[in-house]
């Protein structure tokens, strides 16, 4: 396939529809680089305008979600007792993940485009921290109620991550696995965001996915 990728790091499900929206760094990286492809407004005008002018197109894969949660983990961060900030901020941040990704692929849907729509659910960066994991299963859950009613199909990486980090041993670290970014200050420990290894799992995933909905 022909791949046109009109992502935003930082991108919030509210920042992909509504220029101004609170996002985790989209606009200020677009203020400074350039993105794959040249768009002046928001990703989901771009997004509609190019399934209007290219009616075969057969896929559209979306990755949204995470930056929502960190947007009110940076938003606790001041606060007297961050983890209470962050367990009463919750439920509304993940409700507004599940409308929004419902509003986006909707609007997707409405230009007229039928073909596949796979949306990316996450990975845990720790699947032996209990905490952190469930978190993750959370947003999944929200991801999932937000593709349904539309169609679109989950792709599911977390469950695909968490095989590998399943191996004795590694011992359910994602890190450890080899999946995750090496932080360069301290080789033995990692960041948040996928390496080579991982992106390739998350595009074979991804494909899965496609193939299976394309099967039915």
Not at 4 to 13: F, K, M
Not at 77 to 101: D, E, F, H, K, M
Request: aromatic share 6%; with cysteine.
């Amino acid at each position: 396939m022909d791949v046109v990728n009109a992502g935003c790091p930082g991108e919030t499900t509210a920042s992909l529809q509504t220029a101004g929206a609170p996002d985790h760094g989209c606009q200020a990286f677009r203020s400074a680089f350039p993105l794959h492809v040249a768009y002046g407004g928001t990703q989901l005008a771009f997004a509609t305008a190019f399934l209007a002018h290219h009616p075969h197109t057969r896929l559209v894969t979306i990755g949204l979600g995470a930056n929502d949660l960190l947007v009110l983990q940076d938003s606790c961060a001041s606060a007297p007792n961050p983890q209470q900030c962050l367990g009463a901020g919750l439920p509304a941040v993940l409700g507004t993940v599940a409308n929004n990704i419902a509003t986006i692929v909707g609007q997707l849907r409405a230009t007229g485009f039928d073909g596949t729509i796979v949306v990316a659910n996450y990975y845990s960066p720790d699947y032996s921290d209990a905490s952190l994991t469930g978190l993750t299963g959370l947003l999944n859950q929200a991801i999932a109620g937000g593709a349904a009613p539309y169609g679109a199909t989950v792709a599911d990486v977390f469950t695909a991550f968490q095989k590998v980090a399943g191996d004795p041993k590694f011992a359910g670290k994602t890190c450890d696995a080899g999946l995750l970014n090496v932080n360069p200050a301290n080789p033995a420990t990692c960041d948040i965001h996928p390496s080579q290894s991982g992106q390739q799992l998350i595009a074979r995933t991804m494909v899965r996915a496609y193939l299976s909905a394309n099967w039915r």
